[in-house]
């Protein structure tokens, strides 16, 4: 099974996600930003302002892209005790695996390639991404 290898970058001095054109991802895990000054390209190591995120080879239940740092809502789950409504998740990257974090409330991270998940559990159908933590890191705690 193949999946698309792909990337986004937050800047976290001008705050937005770089336009993909502009910057590339080191083998490393660099991130070299494109500054075409006089019409000739010079490359610039931006590893210190961007913050790089993978696409996770998944899309929600809308056709949407799923990255690292996207908050998402489970449909498969119980609702929220307290607000009534699926609960969110944020997705990182951990020990070798993207993973959905539930925050503290629910113990520790969780990954939808555990097996003790059902698999109906990661289908596309059951994911709405709703935010990411950089531009609405509010949604973390209406979840």
């Known amino acids: 099974m193949n999946r698309e290898i792909k990337f986004r970058a937050w800047d976290t001095e001008l705050e937005f996600f770089a336009d993909p054109v502009l910057y590339f991802v080191g083998l490393d895990g660099s991130a070299w930003f494109n ?3 006089g019409g000739e390209d010079s490359m610039h190591d931006q590893s210190s302002k961007l ?3 993978q696409f996770i080879g998944l899309y929600d239940k809308n ?4 990255f690292e740092g996207d908050i998402v809502r489970n ?6 005790k307290d607000t ?3 609960p969110t998740y944020t ?3 951990k020990e070798g695996s993207f993973q959905f ?3 503290e409330e629910h113990g520790n991270y969780k990954s939808v390639s555990k097996i003790w998940w059902p698999a109906e559990y990661a289908k596309p159908d059951n994911w709405e991404v709703i935010g990411n933590i950089h531009e609405t890191p509010e949604l973390l705690e209406a979840g």
């Not at 056709?63 to 799923?66: A, I, N, P, Q, S």
């Not at 449909?75 to 929220?80: G, L, V």
């Open 35 to 37: 500054n075409c000054e």
């Open 75 to 80: 449909f498969w789950t119980c609702k929220h």
């Open 101 to 103: 974090w539930a925050g």
């Open 84 to 86: 009534g409504k699926p």
């Open 51 to 53: 913050i790089v995120e």
């Open 91 to 93: 997705i990182v990257f």
């Open 63 to 66: 056709g949407k892209e799923m």
